[in-house]
């Protein structure tokens, strides 16, 4: 939970430091940001390897908006959508909103009922397949002019992710193979046995795994950012606090 990666993550100017932070939804971004190399002078410590910044839309003076529905392979749907316009002549906004699902695309052929693991308190735990996601997340923007030159923004952004566990066993597995090297069945090792004999380590052109500590809605995350951006124009620069 206090894992800093060496690549700093920026979110609309503020940082992220940790990694479960970095995992949220990327929706309604006017453009994303990649900078190469030590980036420390203008960004701070952890940016050795470089930076990366995701830059959402901002409210608009005129009534604008959108939206995405998309469909794919293993029941994968995505829909994201916006909407902004004035509320006044000094105050702007912008809502948006990101719904993502997609099913399990490894499938788990640790044999079932040959666990010792008790159940976890999401559900069972052996023989779920595994890789699919879910999330939720919303984001509502707020532009007020100040003066002429001085203008504020207050972000709010909340996201719900939900994911399977990373393939993992905590118990050796024994692939069983016919004459034609198909894989037909999964034995678990006695307690005790190497793991690292006979481990069924996920495959790209089979889509397998061999999983005892599996749950296909193991990991929970929420996040939250809020923002609050000041803004001073000059004639030739800008000045702005976060």
Avoid: W
Avoid at 39 to 47: D, P, S, Y
Avoid at 75 to 81: D, I
Avoid at 212 to 220: K, L, T
Wanted: aromatic letters at 12%; a negative charge; proline letters at 7%.
């Amino acid at each position: 939970d206090i894992f800093e990666a060496p690549i700093a993550v920026y979110y609309d100017d503020t940082y992220v430091p940790s990694l479960q932070g970095q995992v949220f939804g990327t929706f309604d971004l006017e453009r994303i940001e990649v900078l190469k190399g030590p980036q420390g002078t203008l960004f701070g410590k952890n940016a050795t390897g470089g930076l990366v910044h995701f830059i959402p839309r901002k409210p608009t003076r005129e009534i604008e908006g959108y939206g995405e529905v998309s469909y794919g392979r293993f029941n994968s749907v995505r829909t994201e959508g916006a909407v902004s316009g004035p509320l006044s002549d000094a105050v702007r906004m912008r809502a948006s909103v990101l719904y993502s699902r997609q099913g399990n695309y490894l499938k788990n052929v640790y044999p079932s009922g040959t666990t010792f693991i008790p159940p976890m308190p999401f559900g069972p735990s052996v023989g779920e397949d595994l890789g699919g996601e879910n999330t939720l997340a919303g984001r509502l923007q707020f532009e007020v002019d100040l003066s002429d030159r001085f203008h504020a923004r207050l972000t709010g952004t909340a996201a719900r992710l939900r994911l399977g566990t990373a393939p993992y066993s905590s118990r050796g597995l024994q692939p069983v193979f016919n004459a034609s090297g198909q894989h037909i069945e999964t034995i678990a090792l006695p307690i005790g046995t190497p793991d690292g004999l006979g481990f069924i380590a996920p495959s790209p052109t089979s889509s397998q795994t061999g999983s005892d500590f599996a749950g296909d809605n193991g990991y929970h995350l929420r996040s939250y950012d809020t923002s609050l951006h000041l803004t001073y124009e000059f004639d030739s620069f800008d000045v702005v606090a976060v």
